[in-house]
């Protein structure tokens, strides 16, 4: 994916030697009103997804997963704070409560369950290591055009999976290639399978089915559930498919999606600040966005960062933009050989669609250096709207890629 300051050397370093690198803060988009039946629990946790946080309050309290309401998901490898609820439980079971590395810092009650989406952003403090003092100065110019201009809204690799190929199952799938989709989920070996993993990943490859499915490790439940239906459906992929889990069926048409939405942003990128005749502009205060009509009279508003162009979550009521962007999204659906018409409800998932800014406003950004016990190190410290990616700050800081 191609920088925004492309003509500005990166500094390089690493990011999260240790967990008190990587802190992110949830942004509530309200504070709880101190009534209500559904208790609001504030936590810290360490090296900890929010699944497994949601699990452990779940098991806590004697309520399933489902019961627990959140925001948004958090990275794993950090130290986050974020607002749970559950309803109709007594808060005093979580006062003393051991929850490994997770702790409760707040309790609150609020009259509704938490959704997805119910913040307003999130606050980063990252610290950058292995750089030299030589390099604040560039980070700090860095910052500052990512200030003024915006910060590309790429989707982070996080989105497409520990293996990177998320996107191309979701893709597979679209297209109907289903035996193609369970492939990359069950075998294609590759350099960083070791273990039970590769093993099984190989017996797959080489159609020793019976002896894969034993061979997966128990934390790839979902890998083994899959490889047993394909065992019971004699090879069918398409009617295995079944077994795989709704959620994860979602991600994966997702993540297709999300490739698609970086591939048009990567071709407007060194321009994204910048309004087109036929764009759908989207308004920052609101999320509402509009057809723009006449660009030039748009393009203050723009610069104000008041409104930014979109692009395509593709999906069958996505609204479509027309001009040079409508012809920008259709090359890439074109190169990628797909259709508007193949995102269609596909296994009982429907694809929507939605538009999503090309740029995010950096907030609260700020540059410092200091030494610990670990050396020199520059920390980053900024906020940004939900859905977007920290990654995509610290990407164009270090240039890494």
């Not at 259709?330 to 508007?340: A, W």
Request: with cysteine; net charge neutral; glycine share 10%.
């Amino acid at each position: 994916l191609p920088y925004l300051t492309a003509d500005l050397s990166g500094i390089g370093g690493s990011i999260k030697q240790r967990s008190e690198d990587f802190v992110v803060e949830e942004i509530p988009l309200y504070e709880p009103s101190g009534e209500g039946t559904h208790v609001y629990l504030r936590i810290e946790k360490r090296n900890l997804s929010t699944p497994e946080a949601v699990r452990r309050i779940a098991r806590a309290a004697g309520r399933q997963p489902r019961d627990v309401g959140y925001a948004g998901l958090k990275d794993a490898a950090a130290v986050t704070r974020q607002t749970l609820s559950i309803e109709h439980v007594d808060p005093e079971i979580f006062r003393d409560v051991d929850l490994g590395h997770l702790k409760i810092v707040a309790i609150d009650r609020h009259k509704n369950k938490l959704k997805p989406g119910h913040l307003k952003g999130n606050r980063f403090a990252l610290k950058l290591r292995d750089v030299s003092p030589e390099h604040v100065d560039r980070a700090r110019e860095i910052v500052g055009i990512m200030a003024r201009r915006g910060v590309p809204n790429y989707y982070g690799p996080q989105r497409f999976g520990a293996r990177g190929d998320n996107g191309l199952i979701g893709r597979s799938v679209i297209v109907g290639d289903f035996e193609r989709a369970v492939a990359l989920i069950l075998g294609r070996a590759g350099p960083g399978d070791t273990g039970a993993e590769l093993l099984a990943r190989q017996l797959f490859d080489k159609g020793e089915l019976d002896e894969a499915v034993n061979a997966w490790p128990a934390n790839c439940r979902d890998e083994q559930r899959l490889c047993g239906a394909v065992i019971r459906a004699n090879g069918d992929c398409r009617k295995a498919w079944r077994a795989v889990d709704r959620t994860l069926r979602r991600l994966y048409l997702s993540a297709c999606q999300s490739e698609l939405f970086n591939m048009v942003l990567a071709r407007r990128v060194h321009a994204f600040d910048a309004i087109e005749c036929g764009d759908l502009a989207f308004k920052h205060t609101n999320g509402a966005c509009f057809r723009v009509e006449d660009a030039a009279a748009e393009q203050p508003r723009c610069h104000a960062f008041e409104i930014s162009p979109t692009g395509p979550i593709f999906g069958k009521r996505m609204t479509q933009p027309t001009g040079e962007p409508e012809s920008i999204e259709s090359d890439v659906l074109t190169g990628e050989g797909l259709d508007i018409a193949q995102f269609t409800p596909v296994g009982g998932i429907k694809l929507d669609g939605a538009r999503r800014p090309l740029r995010v406003p950096l907030e609260d950004p700020g540059v410092e250096d200091d030494t610990d016990d670990l050396g020199f190190y520059i920390e980053l410290r900024f906020a940004l709207p939900p859905g977007s990616y920290a990654t995509a700050v610290t990407r164009e800081i270090c240039k890494n890629d």
